[in-house]
């Protein structure tokens, strides 16, 4: 299947965009991370039984902050449905990094008559609502400022693997959430030192692409083969010795490393991973990358008001805020061509003829994928 972007779907010069680069603080800092998001809910199986379920009302507290989220990396390619994943893209406290996260909701729930979607939605915030106090690294001090001011620094460190465990607390509290279970990949990009850090439970996971080259791939945790680790809620009835798969915190695989100018992370749930290789997503990354290179260097793209230091600012931060969100729209397309194709080899089928099953061509499911530009900006 060929990998040609869709030119007509590119921004046009000027366009109006929401702003995704994070960056403003009262210290300076050394990173910027512009972020892209796209989702697309996989279409309904008209030879499955589907039994009526009931999501987060638009007026309740996670549903209003869903129904935000959604909107603000609203595209065509998402058509306003997301399906059972869900995710957050989260300013820390003072801009000291921003935080991603993804869930994907297990689907075998909806046979007991509970949305799969609640329990990844209220994951989803309850992670964001820890990440926006807390800090991405050490809480920072303005060394310009006054003993007594700078003991006055408020808010703590918030790891990917403690932000994990206080929203998956806060999931068991919910009320709303009568039962379900989730995947989750969480990652805090530090703004001052330019680290990711990650928790990963499940198979959805996130790649770090560095001059064309994927430079480190999570790896996916299962039980066996298509049941992956997750976070479980069981309803009240039902004993913790019911059998049920029942993953904790702890079980994730935490990573950190250190990233450079011009590295894209890659953050995504099965959707994606069970349907696209990886050499196809650097391939998609590329075309882009090359496509808006050619756009930014055309006379159309230059700043109409000169070439004031901050008004070409404004440019580079707003095109890359579009590439990113370009990418992730591509990635998400691609990806749902993959998935509807019975003929084209598909990772999913790979995997089942290591365990000996036989599968053909890709997997359908939801998809989500968020896109991070790591630039140096001192």
């Keep these: 299947m060929p990998l040609t972007p869709n030119v007509s779907r590119l921004p046009k010069p000027y366009s109006v965009i929401k702003p995704h680069s994070r960056s403003v603080s009262s210290l ?3 990173y910027r991370f512009h972020i892209g998001a796209s989702y697309a809910g996989k279409p309904p199986d008209p030879q499955s039984r589907r039994l009526k379920t009931k999501s987060f009302a638009p007026d309740s507290e996670i549903g209003r902050w869903r129904d935000k ?13 997301i399906g059972e994943d869900f995710f957050y893209v989260q300013d820390m406290r003072n801009q000291s990094g921003v935080a991603l996260g993804l869930a994907d909701g297990v689907g075998g729930w909806v046979d007991s008559g509970v949305d799969p979607s609640l329990f990844s939605q209220a994951l989803m915030y309850h992670g964001h609502r820890y990440c926006k106090a807390a800090w991405a ?7 310009t400022q006054d003993y007594e001011e700078r003991e006055q620094i408020e808010g703590w460190e918030l790891s990917p693997r403690e932000c994990l465990e206080l929203a998956y607390r806060g999931v068991l509290r919910e009320r709303g959430v009568p039962a379900g279970s989730s995947t989750a990949c969480l990652l805090t990009l530090n703004a001052s030192s330019g680290v990711l850090r990650s928790a990963n439970l499940g198979d959805s996971g996130f790649s770090v692409i560095r001059s064309s080259s994927v430079i480190y791939q999570q790896r996916a945790q299962q039980h066996f083969f298509n049941c992956p680790k997750q976070l479980t809620k069981l309803p009240a009835s039902t004993p913790v010795q019911s059998g049920s798969i029942i993953d904790s915190p702890d079980d994730a695989d935490l990573s950190e490393m250190k990233l450079r100018d011009g590295d894209l992370v890659i953050a995504y749930t099965d959707g994606l991973s069970d349907n696209v290789f990886p050499t196809e997503i650097v391939s998609i990354c590329s075309l882009v990358a090359r496509q808006h290179a050619l ?8 700043h109409p008001g000169g070439s004031e230091p901050a008004a070409e600012q404004v440019l580079q931060d707003n095109a890359e805020d579009r590439l990113v969100q370009t990418i992730a729209e591509r990635i998400v397309d691609y990806a749902q061509l993959c998935m509807s194709n019975k003929k084209r080899v598909s990772p999913f089928e ?18 989500t994928v ?9």
Excluded: I
């Design 350 to 367: 790979r995997a089942a003829a290591r365990e000996g099953l036989h599968y053909r061509g890709g997997k359908v499911d939801d998809v």
């Design 370 to 378: 968020l896109v991070a530009l790591a630039r140096e900006t001192l």
């Design 295 to 302: 756009l930014a260097a055309s006379p159309l793209y230059r």
């Design 69 to 81: 989220t959604l909107a603000k990396y609203e595209s065509a390619a998402a058509d306003d449905h």
């Design 137 to 143: 690294g050490e809480p920072e001090t303005d060394p």
């Design 28 to 30: 300076p800092r050394p």
